[in-house]
């Protein structure tokens, strides 16, 4: 059962650069989250999707770019990375048969811009 | 809006001492409430939730909370601590607004807990 990876786990890129971060769920749950955690801010959504081919903006979304071809991924694309875009960046899915809606979120990938 | 409020940033407790850490939130209709750990290093994993029944929930390693409706408040409690619950606990709450599937979490409580 694997549950909910993400890839890669550490990441260093430059400024201006592309990065994708991956995310994949085994669970075939209908819901998948972005979120970026820094310190003092705790998580913050940045985009959600609630079905293939069905994406929304969340609290932070400027700057980043994401796609749900298939129900199991939801790739995350920073498309011109910058400083302030360094962050933990942490994958979720959930679904609507989850009583309470609660998310399985995976390990997380740590993204520095230099 | 809703929002989450964790008033304590950091708890320092020493081994077998009480915690409660407080958490409200701003929405006044139907809300589940959920309690995240973060151990150093790792992903979120799930303490607890309410969603519905008995105010007062248990969940894993000891912890429980209680849902205060009148108060907004979700509080987390675990009345003797160990240095494996070194973490940062971050509560969480969804609400029909946003369709109950968007979290909004607070900033969460780094809690340090010395043996």
């Known amino acids: 059962d694997a549950g909910i990876t993400q890839s890669p786990r550490y990441k260093i890129t430059e400024t201006g650069r592309q990065v994708t971060l991956m995310c994949h769920q085994t669970w075939s749950h209908s819901y998948m989250f972005w979120y970026r955690q820094d310190l003092g801010h705790g998580l913050r959504l940045i985009y959600y999707?609630?079905?293939?081919?069905?994406?929304d903006k969340g609290e932070v979304p400027d700057g980043y770019v994401v796609s749900r071809s298939k129900t199991e991924n939801f790739p995350l694309t920073l498309e011109s990375a910058t400083r302030s875009q360094t962050s933990v960046y942490f994958c979720?899915?959930?679904?609507?048969?989850?009583?309470?809606?609660?998310?399985?979120f995976g390990p997380g990938t740590r993204l520095t811009v230099t | 809006a809703q929002s989450v409020s964790q008033h304590n940033h950091h708890v320092i407790l020493s081994e077998a001492a009480s915690l409660e850490l407080g958490c409200n939130y701003s929405y006044g209709g139907t809300v589940n409430l959920f309690w995240y750990v973060q151990y150093p290093g790792q992903h979120l994993q799930l303490l607890l939730k309410?969603?519905?029944?008995?105010?007062l929930v248990k969940g894993i390693k000891g912890f429980e909370a209680e849902f205060i409706k009148s108060k907004f408040s979700f509080n987390l409690r675990k009345p003797s601590v160990q240095w494996s619950d070194t973490a940062e606990y971050f509560c969480?709450?969804?609400?029909?607004?946003?369709?109950?599937?968007?979290?909004?979490f607070g900033t969460g409580t780094r809690l340090l807990v010395s043996p």
């Open positions: 979720a899915s959930s679904d609507n048969q989850i009583p309470g809606y609660e998310q399985y």
């Open positions: 309410y969603f519905s029944g008995d105010p």
């Open positions: 999707s609630a079905a293939a081919d069905i994406t």
């Open positions: 969480a709450v969804n609400a029909p607004g946003t369709g109950f599937q968007k979290l909004v």
